[in-house]
């Protein structure tokens, strides 16, 4: 029992170390590819919005993958987190140092988002399937719409706030709006790049990665499985999908403070519907569940139209095409059976060879 038990946790450290190994690598690869200037500038571009899309893509499948929840709403924690870490280092300005700044913003992101998430989530996770969908769909599109017609302002008398526009705000003549609507907010301080943009992700893999294999990960897969048999032994359902739905939750809002500190000007029209699709077909093809999977699908989708912008009315053809594979591979019968048989022949290759040894 005790060594069955040591087997399983060892196991689990090295596949989680191999996952921290890949981050790492893939990093280690593309500054080398900089340095030696064997990256394009459009590329180059693309780092940052690919460490956004990978912690936005695993902070989801915690709640579609291990809690077994449908989530349409993750470009709105994506929103939250965003616009009042850029309102914060606009507000602070100088006074603070850059980097101090930049943790503090990727903390009042994080917060603000899993306030939000718990908020939200008190409520509506007494739902179930498509009712849960629809509920967090409304939710990324009330955030959006809000956002869209709220104006903050500040002069000597402190902060001023308006839902028509910036003359309902009543400043000082030398007052100073920072969130203008439909137009966002502009002056963000691009502390973004790539190196902070890995760190963020490894910090979300160990959140993860951590959790599912803890005691919570294990109650929140068990309510996944099977509601009444987990209910039945105890299990606070309520508080297990809420821990998973708040977490997922900060850190989407810490993937939207990476986005909003890479832009010189943030608006609401990226945190839309199409995002949050774009983000659970992310999820749905690496493998519902599969946290590492997840990160493959994000950066493959997102660099893809890129390496064939060339190939122009073809483009999208060759993506599509690549969907289509993609699904096929994660989810038809005849290739999971095919992966399983050649996991199997792998792991009696390796027994034989420690036998041998």
């Known amino acids: 029992m005790k060594k069955d038990l040591f087997k399983n946790m060892s196991k689990t450290t090295k596949n989680?170390?191999?996952?921290?190994?890949?981050v790492v690598a893939v990093y280690l690869i593309v500054q080398l590819f900089v340095m030696t200037g064997s990256i394009s500038s459009l590329m180059k571009g693309l780092l940052?919005?690919?460490?956004?899309?990978?912690?936005?893509?695993?902070?989801?499948?915690?709640?579609?993958?291990?809690?077994?929840?449908?989530?349409?709403?993750?470009?709105?924690f994506m929103c939250v987190g965003a616009y009042s870490s850029s309102f914060f280092s606009v507000l602070v300005g100088d006074a603070m140092p850059e980097g101090i700044r930049f943790a503090f913003a990727i903390l009042v992101g994080a917060l603000v988002a899993a306030v939000f998430g718990i908020l939200i989530g008190i409520p509506v996770l007494k739902l179930r399937g498509?009712?849960?969908?629809?509920?967090?769909?409304?939710f990324g599109e009330i955030i959006k719409n809000l956002m869209n017609v709220v104006y903050v302002g500040r002069d000597s008398k402190?902060?001023?706030?308006?839902?028509?526009?910036?003359?309902?705000?009543?400043?000082?003549?030398?007052?100073?709006?920072i969130v203008k609507g439909a137009l966002g907010i502009t002056g963000t301080p691009k502390d973004s790049n790539f190196t902070v943009g890995v760190i963020l992700i490894l910090i979300a893999l160990f959140v993860i990665l951590n959790l599912i294999n803890s005691r919570s990960g294990?109650?929140?897969?068990?309510?996944?499985?099977?509601?009444?048999?987990?209910?039945?032994?105890?299990?606070n359902i309520t508080k297990y999908k809420l821990m998973a739905f708040s977490i997922s939750a900060a850190l989407?809002?810490?993937?939207?403070?990476?986005?909003?500190?890479?832009?010189?000007?943030l608006t609401v029209k990226k945190f839309d519907y199409n995002t949050s699709i774009l983000i659970l077909v992310f999820v749905v093809l690496g493998g519902i569940g599969n946290i590492r999977g997840s990160m493959?699908?994000?950066?493959?989708?997102?660099?893809?139209?890129?390496?064939?912008?060339?190939?122009?009315?073809?483009r999208m053809l060759i993506y599509a095409i690549v969907l289509i594979a993609m699904m096929l591979f994660n989810w038809a019968p005849v290739a999971i059976n095919w992966r399983a048989k050649l996991k199997e022949k792998f792991q009696n290759k390796n027994k034989s060879v420690k036998e041998a040894e």
């Open 218 to 235: 294990r109650a929140i897969m068990a309510i996944r499985d099977n509601r009444i048999a987990a209910e039945s032994v105890g299990i």
């Open 130 to 138: 498509d009712y849960l969908a629809i509920v967090t769909l409304a």
């Open 296 to 314: 493959i699908a994000a950066v493959l989708l997102t660099v893809l139209p890129e390496l064939l912008r060339g190939l122009s009315d073809y």
């Open 48 to 76: 940052v919005p690919l460490c956004v899309y990978v912690i936005a893509a695993i902070s989801l499948n915690l709640v579609v993958g291990i809690s077994g929840e449908l989530s349409l709403g993750h470009a709105g």
């Open 252 to 265: 989407a809002g810490v993937a939207g403070v990476l986005y909003a500190h890479n832009l010189a000007t």
């Open 158 to 177: 402190g902060l001023h706030f308006s839902v028509t526009d910036t003359a309902g705000l009543n400043m000082e003549a030398d007052g100073q709006v």
């Open 16 to 22: 989680n170390a191999i996952t921290y190994s890949i």
